[in-house]
């Protein structure tokens, strides 16, 4: 286990860059998790993904009998809304300050994680459109991110548990800068109607997905991966589902403190 001085180095490099690489580090889900744990508390899986009730989030293409799934399994389905840009749990009302992907089993080919820097794409865009967008309040809303893959995926435990919550849709990094947060949850914007929301919401996001701002991680056995969810977006990408294995354990830190400040009762 690194000790705490090589803890507090590892968190000024998370927070400067916002995704760490660890290679060859062979690990099991108990080493993942003390791993985790020295970094920051730890968040628990939601209910309905493999793994739930435990701070271990299991995404692979194959049954406890090891053998590949279906294509409408609901386990590959939601593997392919992973592949939309996100940031983990910005459905919850305090989302993830950071999550730990491990590579336990992976295809021959393809099948990279991508990440995106959302403050080198807040920091691009044009002054008049930070004016506009300062203070905003976006809703994440699990339900609508997940529906855009498949109305049916979304199971009525996930639904209760997951109603739509506000997020700040820019977030203050302090010497960092600031980033935009959006993501496939977020599904419009306080005070403008859905449409116009969106438009914006879209708009951004085509602002924001410059090739320039992309690292595609090219995953090699026993990779480890930190990411900032509050700085980065990321995404899955395709690789033969229905030929090849592909195992990926999860951790998650849970984050501080919501990102927007306290509605006032007045
Ligand atoms: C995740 C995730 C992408 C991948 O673990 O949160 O989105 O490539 N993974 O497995
Ligand atoms: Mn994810």
Known sequence: MPDQETILELLRAFEQYSVLVFRNQAI?????????????????????????????????????DGKILGENHRQLINGRANQLWHADSSYKSIPAKASMLSARILPSKHGNTEFLTMRAAYAALPAKMKRKIASRVAIHDYAYGRSKVDSNLVMEIER????????????????????????????????????????????????????????????????MVLWNNRSVMHRATPYEHTKEKRLMVRTTIAGHSPTTPPLRNS
């Open 28 to 64: 099991t889900d108990q080493q993942q998790l003390a791993f985790t744990q020295q970094l920051g508390p730890l968040e628990a899986t939601k209910v309905g993904t493999p793994g739930a009730d435990s701070s271990i989030a299991i995404f692979s293409n194959f049954g406890p």
């Open 160 to 223: 209760e548990a997951l109603p739509p919550v506000r997020q700040s849709l820019v977030l203050d990094h302090g010497a960092y800068g600031k980033s935009l947060y959006l993501g496939s949850h977020c599904a419009s914007i306080e005070g403008m109607s859905k449409t116009e929301g969106r438009a914006l919401i879209g708009g951004l996001m085509t602002l924001a997905e410059q090739p320039d701002f992309i690292y595609s991680h090219c995953w090699r056995e026993h990779d």
